[in-house]
């Protein structure tokens, strides 16, 4: 159902919605940038649509939401174990199509991978998500090619025109609040991206033979393996296990699962001492073939959704659509 409300009447919505819901969306964060004086856009709860930031891309992927950076999963004592409570509002989460389509792989490992995430289901199952169109491409997006640059997955459209808000609401829960506030019903249409500026081509015979070729060295100087590619990427999902004792009595504590990366130092190690993939310019080539090979041979769509945060966050500049217009030319080195 499609209406137009005032900004003023959309933000009553939100305070309606907000009592069943916890609402997050992408906002300025000032002097919270990796560099001096400067902002971040990162997703953080917002009372108002005036908090939203519409024309820059997060740093940071909406996942952080849905999968905390640390998450408590149950507290023990010597002689019980408490699972964690959950927040009680459910999130609403506002997200442009890519992140959307990430959705749809985060689903997959945690929901559909022969085995279903308890902690993730319970959080997964409340959530509802608002989708912001695109007008423009932002820099290093590469969504187009990757497919993601459009979807009709999403709970509620959101577009602010002017001092108007346009909504193209799906959900029928929240439909029966924004109605309260707008009757006239109008025909809405997302705004989606058409074309990047960067272009990416995945080779049609790409195999594992790839990764004999030699484009890998490049990575293995150039890498400084700090993560921060996996951090901000919103297919990313590996985690690592923490046991946290306490002082006050060492036989208690709580369980977490924290966010981990293939990238750094320690993530393959093993009981023995044994490590695998110590090389960077490995552990790239073990990135790059999980999001444009691997992933797709079982579920039939590639991992990387072509948001371009890998690209915008890396200190070293490098690119991983770069690294993805190289496979071509590698495939013809190892035939």
């Given at each position: 159902?499609?209406?137009?409300?005032?900004?003023?009447?959309?933000?009553?919505?939100?305070?309606?919605?907000?009592?069943?819901?916890?609402?997050?969306?992408p906002k300025v964060l000032e002097g919270k940038g990796r560099f001096s004086d400067t902002d971040m856009v990162r997703y953080g709860e917002i009372s108002t649509v005036e908090e939203i930031e519409f024309n820059k891309k997060s740093q940071f992927s909406y996942k952080e939401v849905l999968l905390p950076i640390s998450q408590t999963l149950f507290f023990f004592t010597e002689n019980e174990m408490k699972e964690a409570d959950m927040e009680e509002k459910a999130p609403l989460i506002v997200l442009r199509s890519c992140d959307i389509n990430s959705l749809r792989r985060i689903d997959d490992i945690y929901l559909r991978n022969g085995f279903e995430d308890p902690f993730y289901k319970k959080i997964r199952e409340k959530a509802k998500f608002i989708l912001i169109g695109c007008e423009n491409s932002f820099e290093n997006c590469f969504c187009v090619n990757m497919g993601t640059n459009k979807t009709e997955e999403y709970d509620m459209y959101l577009k602010v025109n002017g001092k108007e808000v346009v909504l193209d609401v799906k959900?029928?829960?929240?439909?029966?609040?924004?109605?309260?506030?707008?009757?006239?019903?109008?025909?809405?249409?997302?705004?989606?991206?058409?074309?990047?500026?960067v272009k990416v081509n995945i080779p049609e015979n790409l195999s594992q033979d790839v990764m004999k070729s030699k484009m890998w060295d490049e990575y293995s100087e150039r890498c400084i393996a700090c993560g921060r590619c996996n951090f901000v990427c919103p297919t990313c999902t590996c985690f690592t296990m923490q046991d946290i004792f306490y002082k006050e009595n060492e036989k208690s504590g709580e369980r977490r699962r924290v966010w981990a990366s293939c990238q750094v130092d320690g993530y393959t190690d093993m009981a023995g001492g044994h490590s695998f993939r110590n090389d960077k310019g490995q552990r790239m080539r073990f990135k790059a073939l999980h999001k444009v090979y691997d992933y797709?041979?079982?579920?039939?769509?590639?991992?990387?959704?072509?948001?371009g945060r890998c690209d915008d966050i890396c200190p070293e500049y490098i690119s991983f659509s770069n690294c993805i217009n190289k496979l071509e030319k590698a495939m013809d080195e190892v035939k």
């Amino acid at each position: 159902m499609g209406y137009k409300l005032s900004i003023e009447n959309f933000n009553s919505a939100l305070k309606e919605l907000s009592k069943e819901y916890k609402i997050y969306a992408p906002k300025v964060l000032e002097g919270k940038g990796r560099f001096s004086d400067t902002d971040m856009v990162r997703y953080g709860e917002i009372s108002t649509v005036e908090e939203i930031e519409f024309n820059k891309k997060s740093q940071f992927s909406y996942k952080e939401v849905l999968l905390p950076i640390s998450q408590t999963l149950f507290f023990f004592t010597e002689n019980e174990m408490k699972e964690a409570d959950m927040e009680e509002k459910a999130p609403l989460i506002v997200l442009r199509s890519c992140d959307i389509n990430s959705l749809r792989r985060i689903d997959d490992i945690y929901l559909r991978n022969g085995f279903e995430d308890p902690f993730y289901k319970k959080i997964r199952e409340k959530a509802k998500f608002i989708l912001i169109g695109c007008e423009n491409s932002f820099e290093n997006c590469f969504c187009v090619n990757m497919g993601t640059n459009k979807t009709e997955e999403y709970d509620m459209y959101l577009k602010v025109n002017g001092k108007e808000v346009v909504l193209d609401v799906k959900d029928t829960g929240l439909n029966k609040v924004v109605s309260k506030f707008e009757n006239t019903s109008l025909e809405v249409t997302p705004d989606f991206v058409i074309e990047n500026e960067v272009k990416v081509n995945i080779p049609e015979n790409l195999s594992q033979d790839v990764m004999k070729s030699k484009m890998w060295d490049e990575y293995s100087e150039r890498c400084i393996a700090c993560g921060r590619c996996n951090f901000v990427c919103p297919t990313c999902t590996c985690f690592t296990m923490q046991d946290i004792f306490y002082k006050e009595n060492e036989k208690s504590g709580e369980r977490r699962r924290v966010w981990a990366s293939c990238q750094v130092d320690g993530y393959t190690d093993m009981a023995g001492g044994h490590s695998f993939r110590n090389d960077k310019g490995q552990r790239m080539r073990f990135k790059a073939l999980h999001k444009v090979y691997d992933y797709k041979k079982k579920w039939g769509y590639h991992m990387c959704v072509g948001c371009g945060r890998c690209d915008d966050i890396c200190p070293e500049y490098i690119s991983f659509s770069n690294c993805i217009n190289k496979l071509e030319k590698a495939m013809d080195e190892v035939k």
